[in-house]
Nanobody
Framework: QVQLVESGGGLVQAGGSLRLSCAAS????????MGWFRQAPGKEREFVTA????????YYADSVKGRFTISRDNAKNTVYLQMNSLKPEDTAVYYC????????????????WGQGTQVTVSS
């Protein structure tokens, strides 16, 4: 089992920035791709970004390209999501997830999920 705990969410004004963290514990973190997803009220959970174990492969949803950056520190078993130029439509619960098979966009590929952290962007 891999336990994932997100932190760093909060309330921010449009145009502002937040940095989310996802700390992994439990069985080895080694080899896992990691992703961030988000879910707004009344909407499906959607892909935001993902990163491979080495960090050499990164995927971004079109809606966040150029504004969000995913990174990881394997020595700390932590993945980060730097969010800049935030918009009200970025408001959602953000979840991190671990993928034992590599790095994918589809949420069905992910084995473990965190509990989520709320991000609210005011206009």
């Amino acid at each position: 089992q891999v336990q994932l705990v997100e932190s760093g969410g909060g309330l921010v004004q449009a145009g502002g920035s937040l940095r989310l963290s996802c700390a992994a514990s439990g069985r080895t973190f080694s080899g896992y791709g990691m992703g961030w997803f988000r879910q707004a009220p009344g909407k499906e959970r959607e892909f935001v970004t993902a990163i491979s174990w080495s960090g050499g492969v990164r995927y971004y949803a079109d809606s966040v390209k150029g504004r969000f950056t995913i990174s990881r520190d394997n020595a700390k078993n932590t993945v980060y999501l730097q969010m800049n130029s935030l918009k009200p439509e970025d408001t959602a619960v953000y979840y991190c997830a671990a993928d034992s098979l590599g790095v994918h966009v589809g949420r069905d590929k992910y084995d473990y999920w965190g509990q989520g952290t709320q991000v609210t962007v005011s206009s």
